[in-house]
């Protein structure tokens, strides 16, 4: 066997085991949900809220975590308590039976996704050597990912063999069950990761650390947020499958086809992940960034032509699912990578929040927009504007490529 390469150190490892773990936890909660939210009759467009709010609240909290983590030099306690809150919130969703308390259950867990996303990803920077930034966080994708494909697999054989006393009986069982993943997660991060401290900054102020980012991330902020936009959440996606499927197969036969069109988009999430990544580290990141945004846009212009030509084709819209999951698997490494380029280590943290921040408030806009013009409009028009969005962000990226100092553009 061959030596171990040197930037998969114990805390590399480490996240992504419990990132690994998250996901199996809350992926498979959310492959299910779309179907019991059916189940228990909520509409698409308060699910696109509860998505988007969600969201936009782990935004948030995002922008004061990575600051407050660069003020007292210490990330890992924060992150550990993200984990348990993510891990163990959405199990109060076996007691829901309208909207209000799935929207407490994500708002919760997404709280806690929110303090703990960007202060992982500095603690991740600060393990990985500057030339290999892009395979580190790819890889630590990659394993994300993994456990998103995991969960929904899991969530869907759960489906086939737990007991139905009545429609929702199912569904409620495996939001239980996702607290054992969900603590695995939380036990792995406290026993395999290691924080080496740093020098508090009690003079750092909120506004202060984001007035003084450097102007070249602030351009790559502009192309992300547009683009963000129209980035819905691929639960709405999952739903179109779900609505798109169920004349043909019913409720619970589609909801388990979308749940496994949705592990297969998460697959290939995690496999694009890491050779996007390393890719990354020979090439300028900003293209291939744009060029994952733009597969985005493709993405929406595909699920608008399916709902206008009523396509219940199950390999194509597998297809639309596995390039869905190739785009993300562009994007999230990319953008990670990026603003470890960027930005000065005792910064990441806040520029880590910043960037969460305005992906988390893309998302609720781009989720809420899809779920408004899907119900009162129709689907068609809502993922074309989507598209668009997204194309619009991927031509910013692109138009602010001469805004990055030479020496950055090559990664």
Known sequence: MGARPAWLNRNVAGMCVTSLCADVCYEMVLAVLPAFTTTIGVAAAALGWIEGGADALASFVKLGAGWYSDRIGRRKGIVTLGYFLSGTALAMLA????????????????????????????????????????????????????????????????????????????????????????????ASMVLLVHEARRAPNAELRLWGSIRGLPSAFAHLLRG????????????????AAAQLLTPAHGTMRAGQIAALLYALRNAAYAAAAFPAGALADRMHKRTLLAIGYAMGAATGFGVAAIFARHITSLPLLAIVFTWAGMYTGVEKPLEAAMTADLVPRESRGSAYGVLGSVNGVGDLIASALVGMLWTHVSPQTAFCAAGALMLAGAALVLAGRSHIPARMRAG
Do not use: N
Request: aromatic residues 10%; without cysteine; glycine residues 12%.
């Open 95 to 186: 007691a829901a039976f309208s909207w209000p308390l799935i929207l407490l259950g994500r708002m919760v867990a997404w709280f806690g996704k929110g303090i703990r996303g960007p202060l992982r990803d500095a603690m991740l920077s600060d393990a990985s050597p500057a030339e290999s930034r892009g395979r580190v966080f790819g890889l630590h994708r990659a394993a994300d990912t993994t456990g998103a494909v995991l969960g929904p697999l899991l969530g869907v054989w759960l489906l086939t063999v737990l007991p139905r006393p009545d429609p929702s009986a199912p569904y409620r069982r495996i939001f239980l069950i996702s607290l054992i993943p969900g603590l695995l997660a939380v």
């Open 224 to 239: 992300v947020g547009l683009f963000g936009l129209g980035d819905f959440s691929h639960t709405l996606l999952v739903l």
